[in-house]
């Protein structure tokens, strides 16, 4: 078992490559403002498969509730 711990730290360290989520797309500047420089080993890294979206506290009346229909006010 420590084998494989030691494995696994030993696959996760070296530096990696992670792309920022939420960016602007600007080719020109890809490399540089998009990703950045990570070791897997020294972060928390989380998977959802599944998110739903937020809802503020203080939304105004005229805004749909989250119960009604995505294609709220068409309905298409």
Do not use: K, N
């Amino acid at each position: 078992m420590a084998s494989e711990a030691s494995l696994l730290a030993t696959l996760l360290e070296p530096e990696r490559l992670q792309r920022a989520i939420g960016v602007i797309h600007r080719p020109e500047t890809e490399r540089m403002s998009h990703y950045f420089d990570v070791r897997l080993a020294r972060h928390l890294l989380l998977h959802v498969d599944e998110t739903h979206a937020v809802v503020p506290l203080d939304a105004p009346d005229h805004w749909p509730r989250p119960h009604e229909a995505a294609t709220y006010p068409g309905g298409l």
